[in-house]
């Protein structure tokens, strides 16, 4: 069985070691009073494209992309990996890793599945594979994790609380894919969120997906919908509210190597749905 360590890193100094101008351990940046937040650099409001998705992902949790045309996605049921191609519009294969459990987060890392059940606990394997590793996520009682993202710079999975942890903090666990290690890694402090003009008790993250030309991470929020960006440092530079018209409940984000952002919604009782948004020049 693989053995998890949780500890603190300093913020800073888990992004880059050589990074002179470190935050105190653990906290994320806030924004000063005169700061002005960036426009994020997608037309939230217009999607290029809608994809109705089929009834075995009505409560899609979670999306990665998987190759050209086509995403993976999980249900927060039953534990099957979906690739589904937005080219001919339906699900083109899919791969079961389990029985039934709260799945939260789907990610696709060096021809691996990587999944994230609401407990912390992550199950990963190849594609088709009945051979399937568990992770035990071993995080403190009462804590509820939603969203799973994969950041290449560090090589380390991202996975942040929508529910738990310390009063006052929204935190990211990090997990370290060579050492094999879990680490409580951002802080983000309601007192950031507020000043960002964000309502730090409806900040409870529902997706998380980095970037893959800017490394921000960008945080997706069912509960009080809006879109949150952070860079790298932990500094929040983006903020929009998301149009419930537009998102009827989002669960699931992430990014194909051009930029363009996929967001998915569950259906609550109507069909599953995922938009794509093309990232302005």
């Known amino acids: 069985m693989i053995k998890i360590h949780i500890c603190l890193l300093a913020l800073a100094g888990f992004f880059s070691a050589c990074d002179s101008k470190k935050t105190q351990a653990g906290q994320?940046?806030?924004?000063?009073e005169t700061q002005t937040l960036q426009t994020i650099p997608y037309d939230l409001k217009t999607p290029v494209q809608r994809f109705t998705l089929p009834p075995e992902l009505e409560e899609i949790s979670g999306l990665s992309y998987y190759k050209p045309n086509q995403l993976l996605c999980v249900q927060d049921e039953v534990a099957v990996a979906y690739i589904y191609d937005v080219k001919k519009q339906q699900i083109a294969d899919s791969s079961v890793f389990g029985n039934y459990g709260d799945f939260e987060g789907i990610e696709?890392?060096?021809n691996e599945i990587y999944t994230l059940k609401s407990n912390g606990d992550l199950y990963h394997f190849k594609p088709f594979s009945k051979s399937i590793a568990r992770i035990p996520g071993n995080l403190p009682s009462k804590t509820e994790v939603e969203g799973l993202a994969y950041d290449p710079e560090s090589n380390r999975l991202l996975i942040p609380?929508?529910?738990?942890g310390r009063k006052g903090q929204k935190i990211v666990y990090?997990?370290?894919?060579?050492?094999?290690v879990l680490y409580q890694g951002m802080i983000l402090k309601d007192e950031a969120l507020e000043e960002a003009g964000i309502d730090a008790k409806k900040f409870k993250p529902s997706g998380l997906a980095v970037h893959p030309?800017?490394?921000?991470?960008?945080?997706?929020?069912s509960i009080g919908k809006k879109l949150v960006v952070v860079n790298r440092k932990g500094r929040i530079v983006a903020s929009e509210a998301l149009?419930?018209?537009v998102f009827r409940q989002p669960e699931g984000i992430c990014f194909a190597p051009d930029g363009t952002l996929y967001i998915a919604s569950e259906g609550d009782g109507k069909a599953g749905y995922i938009l794509s948004f093309a990232q302005r020049p």
Do not use: C, H, I, R
């Open 243 to 245: 149009d419930p018209k």
């Open 174 to 180: 990090m997990y370290d894919l060579k050492s094999k």
């Open 108 to 110: 696709w890392v060096k």
């Open 28 to 32: 994320a940046e806030k924004p000063s």
């Open 161 to 164: 609380v929508k529910e738990g």
């Open 213 to 221: 030309q800017t490394g921000n991470f960008y945080f997706l929020t």
